[in-house]
């Protein structure tokens, strides 16, 4: 038999919740076409569905019959849309959490990639018309005004869409046609971008100077992305201690080392803040995947990963199966946040799949959290995942002692360590103090001077200064309790301005 009439058969998982996998038999020219990873429509029963390939056999398995083996319908992908490392993790996931590997493939890819009915319309690319100047106007060819000022347009613009060409030279559809066919100029069909982060653009980024602190962390995390091999951090750090610059530091190593970064954040209202600060850093080489995109915008952000013009990543817990090349560096932001669990099929934990992931793909994890949870901060503190380093010792070592001992004073902090703290960590400092000496806030129904009132006198009890009252009534109530408050001025303006 030749190889051009050879058939061959193809074992296919559904996106189903169904375990087993299915064996097709493939035409002579799907034969020469598939790919594991690529998708494929079989029929199912009484339907037709669209499936994954995750095996090719030149012979069907012993204890099936030829006959019980039905044909393949459609071979859909001349490249696979899931590549070895993706299809990897995949069967990870299916073991380890006893889900079939046909939902966690299709949890993986793009929404409309997947469809269970012959006649639902894949999602594609969107397609618009240009208009590109081939030569400019000879001689011996007569043109009209508006055919004039179609050329004139190309020619101090360039290729352009039509639509907007017709706007701006403020011609017809046909007057660009007959261009067309005098051969002056080129009507094609072109892909264009469903831009998510299109608001964005123009954002101007702002790098801050590390702490010592962030300083000695990120040299920890570098040496290891250095080595090239799978390691492991568990970044604990309170909110406004500066995790964030150092997250994104090392995405900047990751990228000159040319690898690839990948950021997961547990829910949907943090994706926009982080998407915008890494565009700014960034720029288009950031990519962003969430459920609330729209099917064509998600399909375009998937397709620019895979295709390797995006190489740094963000989104939620399905973001983890993106298919990025060359993975150096993965951030799970607030790794003990119960979103990052699927609750529903396929189940799975997106921080511990990012873990497996660096590990098979031989980069470093990196666990964020001011309150770490309890198997991510005993498995680093063993040395099983990584290891401990907290982020900005001072902070947590003030917090520590102020639980202790209600008698501090966090003013001092505030004014005279400003510029190793954060507004939002000393505000954060504050807070716990507040905590600690039994303030819970101005939710007084007494109202807001009797609240500052009793927070005089509470402070005062336990050592704190006038001071501390106006970092209090400066935070929540600077304009209800100026008056009611003796202090210097400057002084005043000083902490309020810091927090």
């Known amino acids: 038999m030749n190889s051009v009439d050879k058939t061959s058969y193809a074992e296919v998982a559904v996106p189903l919740h169904v375990f087993q996998t299915f064996t097709y038999r493939l035409t002579p020219e799907q034969t020469g076409q598939a790919e594991v990873g690529a998708r494929l429509v079989v029929p199912l029963g009484r339907s037709v569905v669209t499936g994954y390939i995750l095996g090719l056999q030149d012979e069907p398995a012993a204890e099936?019959?030829?006959?019980?083996?039905?044909?393949a319908?459609?071979?859909?992908?001349?490249?696979?849309?899931?590549?070895?490392?993706?299809?990897?993790?995949?069967?990870?996931?299916?073991?380890?959490?006893?889900?079939?590997?046909g939902e966690v493939?299709?949890?993986?890819?793009?929404?409309?990639?997947?469809?269970?009915?012959?006649t639902a319309t894949l999602v594609q690319p969107k397609l618009r018309r240009f208009v590109r100047l081939l030569q400019s106007n000879s001689e011996e060819q007569k043109l009209t005004e508006t055919q004039r000022r179609v050329l004139a347009t190309l020619e101090a613009s360039g290729p352009m869409l039509l639509q907007s060409l017709i706007k701006e030279a403020n011609v017809s559809a046909s007057t660009v046609a007959s261009l067309e066919k005098k051969a002056l100029v080129e009507i094609y069909v072109e892909a264009i971008r469903r831009d998510p982060l299109a608001a964005n653009l123009g954002i101007s980024d702002v790098e801050h100077n590390l702490t010592a602190g962030q300083s000695a962390i990120l040299a920890q995390i570098e040496e290891q992305m250095n080595t090239g091999d799978y390691s492991a951090f568990l970044l604990h750090g309170v909110t406004g201690s500066g995790k964030t610059e150092v997250y994104m530091r090392a995405m900047s190593k990751a990228l000159s080392l040319g690898r690839s970064a990948m950021m997961l954040v547990p829910e949907i209202a943090l994706t926009p803040v982080f998407s915008r600060r890494l565009r700014a850093r960034f720029g288009d080489q950031v990519a962003i995947f969430h459920s609330s995109l729209q099917k064509?915008?998600?399909?375009?952000?998937?397709?620019?990963?895979?295709?390797?013009?995006?190489?740094?990543?963000?989104?939620?817990?399905?973001?983890?199966?993106?298919?990025?090349?060359?993975?150096?560096?993965?951030?799970?932001?607030?790794?003990?946040?119960?979103?990052?669990?699927?609750?529903?099929?396929p189940y799975y934990n997106a921080r511990d799949v990012a873990i497996v992931r660096a590990q098979k793909e031989s980069a470093t994890v990196v666990l964020g959290s001011a309150t770490p949870s309890l198997e991510s901060f005993h498995n680093a503190s063993k040395g099983k995942s990584g290891r401990v380093i907290p982020l900005n010792k001072e902070l947590r070592s003030a917090l520590l002692e102020l639980q202790k001992q209600a008698t501090s004073s966090p003013y001092v902090i505030a004014t005279e360590r400003s510029e190793q703290f954060s507004p939002a960590a000393i505000v954060n400092l504050f807070a716990s103090w507040f905590r600690t000496i039994g303030l819970q806030g101005c939710s007084s129904h007494s109202g807001r001077r009797t609240f500052i009132t009793n927070a005089a006198r509470k402070i005062s009890t336990?050592?704190?200064?006038?001071?501390?009252?106006?970092?209090?009534?400066?935070?929540?109530?600077?304009?209800?309790?100026?008056?009611?408050?003796?202090?210097d001025a400057a002084a005043q303006k000083k902490v309020v301005d810091l927090i």
């Not at 099936?64 to 044909?71: F, G, M, N, Q, R």
């Not at 493939?105 to 997947?114: F, H, N, R, T, V």
């Not at 336990?462 to 202090?487: C, F, M, N, P």
């Open 73 to 101: 319908k459609e071979l859909l992908d001349e490249t696979p849309v899931c590549g070895p490392e993706i299809l990897q993790l995949a069967r990870w996931v299916a073991d380890y959490y006893a889900c079939p590997i």
């Open 462 to 487: 336990v050592g704190g200064s006038l001071r501390d009252v106006q970092v209090l009534a400066g935070h929540k109530a600077l304009s209800t309790t100026q008056r009611y408050i003796e202090a």
């Open 296 to 345: 064509g915008e998600r399909f375009d952000e998937w397709t620019r990963v895979r295709n390797g013009e995006a190489r740094v990543v963000i989104g939620t817990r399905s973001a983890v199966f993106a298919p990025v090349k060359n993975l150096g560096l993965i951030v799970v932001d607030e790794e003990h946040e119960s979103s990052y669990r699927q609750q529903e099929s």
């Open 105 to 118: 493939i299709k949890a993986a890819l793009p929404p409309g990639m997947s469809p269970k009915r012959k």
């Open 64 to 71: 099936l019959a030829e006959s019980d083996i039905k044909d």
